[in-house]
């Protein structure tokens, strides 16, 4: 066998040095920019949030691209409160992530960037969560905690309980991050007053109505996503009114459904837009039939 000797190839530990400073700040833009950009894992968040009761407390965990809007479906669900929510504009970059999804999109888009939050209130004395559900006093104080805890928390967007003209509960948004990363005041687009000629039409018509109304007052387009289309499209609604809150004009709209509706406002940063989604609130249940009472065998039957 022949053996051949090859020299190693050695380089001067200062070129080595050099090589890698020159590398360094490459490196580290890399590691920046998937930092700010990786998009929210597929098991980060949950479904849906958790309610559990403890020793007279009710224990809320949510975690969504909405937290807090989470928590208001699983409140619905759990003791049926019926409540509205609204957006804030996330316009700063740290309240928004980018979602990379090559199935819906070619490029990635904005979308509120999300979290978690937990809260608690206590269940009155009573009949637990079934007296719960009837006492409305006790649903706002407990949409109160809710809101307290989430603005408390590091989560985009700040919120404030409210009440509409038709005296329901609306959770919203009235603040979030600057462009210099300060929490700024925000005034809520549905506290944009409008005129809307009051007239007879389908509810569907009504709304988009305000929503166009809205957006000749302020700017910001609003427009009209998932709704029941079958129960507003063939609903006429009596709605109007001369600089009016364009809520409490949704809230006219809505009142006159056959069956009761909620909305959700949600704020899309990647296109600077709101979208209106309209919900019908599901039928409760019927609760089972009690069982029929036991009946005792004759005398002389065998038992």
Known sequence: MIEIDVPELRLPARAIRMARIKLLPGLLLLALA??????????????TATISEDQGTV???????????????????????????????????VDVTELVDPLRAPKPRLIPAGGRFEAGFPLPTGEGSVELSKEKDAEEKALRLVVDAYNQSDNAGRFEVKKSGEGNFVVVGIAAHDSKGAITAQKAIFDSAVTVVRAQRTGTETIQLICRRVRARTGVPVNLGVSPRILLDHNPVTAGGTKVAARDLLSQVLSQTRSPCYWRLLFDPDSKAY????HAVPAAKAPPAPAPPATAPPPNSPS
């Open 34 to 47: 998937h930092s700010q950009t990786a998009p929210p894992q597929k098991d980060s968040f949950q479904k």
């Open 59 to 93: 224990h809320l965990v949510a975690s969504a691209v909405r937290p807090l809007a989470q928590a208001l479906d699983a409140l619905q669900k759990k003791y049926g409160w019926v409540v509205d929510y609204e957006d804030p504009r996330y316009l700063a970059n």
């Open 275 to 278: 979208f209106l989604d309209l």
